[in-house]
């Protein structure tokens, strides 16, 4: 798939989650016309990265109906909010830290370098077909509160995780400085 397509499927898709209904019926005369089978396919591979579930023959369908379904990311991500959380042991793709499941909500980075995964729509979830590793690029202060904010290596998208301060193992506190500091 070229990635001239790709960039096109995905601003057709980011449109189309802003538009109400009459105008996605606008713009999915762009997928409608002679030639556009690689458009609709892109769209559809770009609609099951953001978390979208689509059948291989929706590549063939109507522009209108693949967009309505294609733009569904939120309404699904909407649904599953009481997901499963799962909380597994994992060993850490950026430190090799190996990190023991949390015993009480699901652990979303390690301990030791603050890495994480994207691997989650909703918290938790394991839902995401991403998979890149999320840097930290921030921490935010509040009360007893404290905010690890992410981006994500492979996709670039943006993500906050709650830090993890006490139980078995715990961030580590110096990291959380590091990083407040800018020196993550
Ligand atoms: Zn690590
Ligand atoms: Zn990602």
Redesign the pocket.
């Known amino acids: 798939m070229s990635e001239a397509i790709r960039d096109q499927a995905h601003a057709l898709l980011d449109r189309a989650e802003r538009l109400g209904r009459g105008e996605v019926k606008r713009l999915a005369r762009a997928l409608d016309g002679e030639g556009s089978l690689p458009l609709r396919e892109a769209v559809v591979a770009e609609a099951r990265r953001r978390g979208v579930e689509l059948p291989d023959e929706a590549a063939g369908w109507q522009g209108k109906r693949l967009l309505r379904l294609a733009r569904g990311h939120e309404e699904a991500a909407r649904v599953r909010t009481n997901p499963i959380m799962r909380d597994e042991a994992f060993t ?1 793709l ?2 090799g ?1 190996e990190v023991p499941p949390m015993g009480h909500t699901a652990r979303d980075h ?1 301990p ?2 603050l ?1 994480s995964l994207h691997v989650d729509v909703v918290p938790g979830d394991r839902a995401n077909p991403c998979g890149g590793l999320m840097d930290p690029v921030g921490v935010e202060l509040a009360g007893e509160r404290v905010t690890i904010h992410y981006r994500c290596r492979a996709c670039g998208e943006q993500h906050r995780n709650k830090a993890l301060l006490d139980g078995a193992q715990p961030d580590t506190w110096r990291a959380i400085v590091a990083l407040s500091k800018g020196e993550g």
Do not use: L, S, T, V
Request: glycine share 0%.
């Open positions: 850490c950026h430190c830290a390690c030791h370098c890495r």
